[in-house]
């Protein structure tokens, strides 16, 4: 009897897992054809100083279009790209796209880029950067990589050693999402990230006056200082979250409430005064 329901549950199961892997097997195919035919673009978010309000820098979001199926979230495609082996060549279009379009705005302009633990994990990556920046002339010290705590999973593949050459280039790096995963504070002593980015959950928890949102926060600035690091909160929608990170000691903010991600050239016009590096 019990077997008998034990195989009931499992064959009303297996079509979901069926239809799921076959979603995943499509939208791998697409990927493919979509790197081929140019239908990913990147969109740029601000990031915004806490104190002065002046952009001081914007992130990169990969965007995909279908040209049946209409956008596809990054949220959906990322981790089948990151299966499929997809990500590093995603990725490093990504990079290339984002950096040479931040050669056009200030120079105390970076730009941000996520980048995948999985990336981390082939050493080609550090070429790949050093590539994209002297292709488009960046200089190192205006590009930001993120990752997320995932990284400190893939203990053993070399990817602390590649972020360790990445900062010896000059270039910064975040802590994605923090307090999401899988934290470690070891690891932040192990590896000088220079900006933990606080993730949106907790900035809707503190404007809301949830108690552990506000300790959380509070906690992470003060850790941030004390090992020499700047705080992003993601996700700042209204002015009440603005005030509440702010007052909360978060340096940088970055949300809907100071813009959502835009094209490239919508980013420029930030900058009106800044004159263009002509091609
Ligand atoms: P993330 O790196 O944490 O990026 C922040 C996400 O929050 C973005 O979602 C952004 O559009 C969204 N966001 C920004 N401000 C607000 C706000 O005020 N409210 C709310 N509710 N959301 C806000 P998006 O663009 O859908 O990207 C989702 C995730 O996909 C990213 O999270 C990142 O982990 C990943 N991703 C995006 N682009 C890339 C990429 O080029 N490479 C890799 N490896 N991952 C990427
Ligand atoms: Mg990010
Ligand atoms: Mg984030
Ligand atoms: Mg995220």
Redesign the pocket.
Known sequence: RAKGEGGGVHRAYEPQLHALAEERRLIELALREALEKDQLH??Y?PVVDAEGGCVVGF?????WTHPQLGPI???KF?PV??EARL?AP??EW??RTACMEAVNWPEDVRIA????AE?LTHASFVAAVVSALSYSGLDPRRLEL?V?ESVFMSEGTGALKVLDQLLALGIHLSL??FGTGYSSLGYLSRTRFNTI?I??SFVVGASNNKAESLAIIRAVVTLADSLGMTTTA????TQAELDMVRRLGCRKV????FG??MLARDAGLLFPHHQRRSA
């Open positions: 990147v969109l978010q992130e990169a979001l990969v965007r979230s990054p949220a990322v790209a990151e990500i995603i990725g990504v990079l880029v996520n980048v995948s990336q993120e997320t994605d999402d980015k993730d949106r993601e996700g700042v929608e970055q949300g809907y409430y959502r991600p």
